[in-house]
């Protein structure tokens, strides 16, 4: 149930993204250029974001590749290129520069025919692929911070409720492609996965469960809207590791390790629970989640992660918006809590009415019997 709050919120967004979409179909004259897709031989995509959000984009690569034959480059910030690592359909990567007329430079070189603006939908990132003389761009998602979207070529309309790796696939659907069968991906190597095998031998774990509790920045709020109580994540360690006689491994960055080892003080099997906040990389990270049991999360990039592996997910939903971020994946092994009954969906990293609600209405039962469902 949303706040009122948050229903103004949305109500405000939503009004700014119809004017913003208004304004670019009356003064934007790029909607008048004929795209060619028989010229379209070198396409950059664009995204900005975090884990999943990249990730969630993977079902755009293969039908792009095959219905242009191009050659795909992806513009994203330094530090999430391990997430496209070996993916087939990415010939390059290029790190966004954030200096308007070095970032210019760079996109020049690339002679691209297409640019792809997944996020930010922003008049910053259309006007560089503009001046730097990309002929066709197409993108979507806006905000009132970004500034009007011109300089798009092709524009999605900006109110649909539907999943966010639906509206990606409608942001190439301007140009007539599509995929009927979207399907994030991450490919591991042998090398990777045979990585992973001797790090988890070296800390004496055959079968195990990942328990991921925290997120990005969960330790600057005070009242973090996606921290599930530790105590209700021990008692669910307790359990599994009793009955299914499994490790768990507790995963996060390196600052996340407050939060481990409160978990691991309140357990009652501590020698069965094994802290690696901060001790993977990612794609180390990506190995250890694809050969887990089971991975217990709260709405990050890792159920993301989870899906695209097919690994047993349970995420908890709090203050995510259920239709756009439900984990996308097979419904036999991916499962989410969310309770539409208290306040939820606000989306905002610190709970504003200080009491996070929307995950204490998640109980240690629910988890344990969704687990025992994912384990049978």
Known sequence: MKSTATLTRELIKKSWLLFDYFLWLLFDLSKLRKIKKDKIRKVLIVHLGAIGELLITTPILPVLKKELNCEITYMLNRGME????????????????????????????????????????????SLRCFLAGIKYRIGGFGGFKRGPSFFFTRKTFPINHKHTIEKNLDIIRQIGIDNKNPKMEIYLSE??????????????????????????????????????????????????????????????????????????????????????????????????????????????????????????????????????WQPWGDKNKTKFLFHNEVCTSCNMAECRKKTTECLKAITVNEVINTADELLK
């Open 82 to 125: 391990a997430i496209f690592e070996n993916n087939p359909y990415i010939s390059n990567i290029l790190i966004y520069n954030k200096d308007f007329k070095e970032n210019i430079s760079d996109l020049k070189k690339g002679n691209f025919d297409l640019a792809i603006i997944i996020s930010p939908g922003s008049i910053k990132l």
């Open 191 to 324: 090398q990777e996965k045979q990585k992973t095998k001797e790090i988890t031998s070296k800390l004496k774990v055959k079968d195990y469960i990942i328990v991921h509790p925290g997120f990005g920045s969960v330790m600057g709020n005070k009242y973090p809207s996606r921290l599930w109580p530790l105590e209700r994540y021990a008692q669910v360690i307790d359990y599994l590791i009793e009955k299914y006689n499994m490790n768990v491994i507790l995963t996060g960055n390196e600052e996340e390790t407050i939060i481990s080892e409160k978990i691991i003080r309140l357990t009652k099997n501590r020698k069965e629970v094994i802290d690696c906040c901060g001790k993977f990389t990612l794609r180390e990270f990506m190995a250890l989640i694809d050969s887990a049991k089971l991975v217990i999360e709260s709405s990050t990039g890792v159920v993301h992660i989870a899906c695209a592996l097919k690994t047993p997910v349970i995420d908890f939903i709090g203050r995510g918006d259920l239709s756009e």
